[in-house]
Nanobody
């Protein structure tokens, strides 16, 4: 199965920036889609941003502030987070869907992002 290892979370003041990284290993060939989700205390996990070969999408709450990118040769996905707000505080999870024709997905362990006001 695919293993996802995340890094880059931490504590930052409002208006600051963080860059999250997620490295995928253990799969066969390139991964079709990778992305980021987040879960704040007391809330359900929500989509932040995803990127596949054919499309990229963002949650409305992060459009214009967050940017997702990929290094497909390294099976790595990044999330550049700018203009962070306290409402962005959450555990951020990396997600991978290796094959377009297979709905199987994998999750990372999560990395904490805390934005102080």
């Amino acid at each position: 199965q695919v293993q996802l290892v995340e890094s880059g979370g931490g504590l930052v003041q409002a208006g600051g920036s963080l860059r999250l990284s997620c490295v995928a290993s253990g799969g066969a060939g390139s991964i079709n889609a990778m992305g980021w989700y987040r879960q704040a205390p007391g809330k359900q996990r929500e989509l932040v941003a995803t990127m596949s070969l054919r499309s990229t999408n963002y949650a409305d709450s992060v459009k214009g502030r967050f940017t997702i990118s990929r290094d497909n040769d390294k099976n790595t996905v990044y999330l550049q987070m700018n203009s962070l707000e306290p409402e962005d505080t959450a555990v951020y999870y990396c997600n991978a869907r290796p094959r377009l024709f297979d709905a199987t997905t994998y999750w990372g362990q999560g990395t904490q992002v805390t934005v102080s006001s």
